[in-house]
């Protein structure tokens, strides 16, 4: 599956939509075989562009970094870098994080355009990392693309029903928006803020899930029902480090145990979707920046 969502990736570039805000997918090429999922979302106003990239969407080494850079609409060309993570999954360690530096060519900024272009990574001290080449286009593009391919695979006589059933590109390409933690992986929240609120709630169907939570080995939430009814929780981080860990207690109608949480902070909102089985846990450690 992960290799057929880098494929799928790096077979459909794309960037975004809106007046001003724009989103855009593809992939990070490092050779000829290599490809690393990637997305840019970002705001441009007077040719200065400020927003967010996210690297390994879906992955283990899931990382959200704060992006800031230039667009030229007269010459087609943008440029940014990233420059502070938000989250990773990766273990945490600032001297280990590659930074996208990216000079390249952006046709237009109206959703029919792409960006190609060379990239250098830097570590922080400003050592050269991995480089190579990015490729993103339109990301309404990529699903009008993906409608296409779900009604072709739907008329094809010679794929069977049970196969068809099984196969939904649209959904597919929307679950890349979304972040899975799973079991035995820990998320990395980096914040600047004195408190953040941690929200917990079933964004889906009830199903009587059941959940532990720990903050710094001490339970806050025990047997609890997740209900579409948001769980709040004010969390001080008044030292480098805190650590939740949620446990699933049961699997409810529905298969696994799925807890939408939300972190947010004075710059972030945060989301993230559990996907457990009975007695498996995941880890949220909250790192004041």
Do not use: W
Not at 34 to 44: A, G, N
């Amino acid at each position: 599956m992960r290799n057929f969502l880098c494929f799928l990736c790096s077979m459909m570039y794309f960037f975004s939509y809106g007046q001003d805000t724009s989103e855009f997918m593809g992939a990070i090429k490092l050779n000829d075989t290599s490809f690393i999922s990637y997305s840019l979302h970002f705001t441009e106003k007077e040719g200065v562009i400020d927003g967010y990239s996210i690297t390994d969407l879906g992955g283990p080494h899931e990382t959200k970094s704060m992006i800031s850079g230039f667009f030229n609409d007269k010459e087609n060309r943008i440029s940014f870098r990233e420059q502070g993570i938000v989250y990773t999954k990766s273990e945490v360690s600032s001297d280990d994080f590659c930074f996208v530096n990216f000079k390249g060519s952006l046709k237009k900024l109206n959703g029919k355009g792409e960006i190609k272009g060379d990239f250098k990574g830097l570590y922080s001290d400003g050592q050269e990392c991995i480089s190579g080449e990015i490729l993103m286009a339109d990301m309404q593009k990529i699903q009008k693309k993906a409608k296409k391919l779900d009604k072709k695979i739907d008329r094809n006589i010679f794929v069977k029903k049970e196969v068809k059933e099984k196969i939904n590109v649209v959904k597919l390409v929307d679950s890349l928006k979304t972040t899975f933690i799973s079991k035995d992986e820990t998320l990395n929240f980096f914040s600047k803020d004195k408190k953040i609120t941690i929200v917990l709630y079933d964004a889906g169907q009830e199903d009587g899930d059941k959940i532990n939570l720990k903050i710094d080995s001490k339970v806050v939430l025990r047997n609890y029902v997740v209900t579409k009814h948001k769980k709040k929780i004010e969390i001080v981080l008044d030292k480098p480090e805190t650590v939740l860990e949620l446990e699933a207690l049961n699997i409810g109608k529905v298969s696994p145990n799925t807890v939408f949480l939300e972190i947010e902070d004075s710059s972030n909102n945060y989301k993230a979707l559990t996907n457990l089985k009975i007695r498996e846990k995941a880890s949220i450690v909250l790192l004041k920046r």
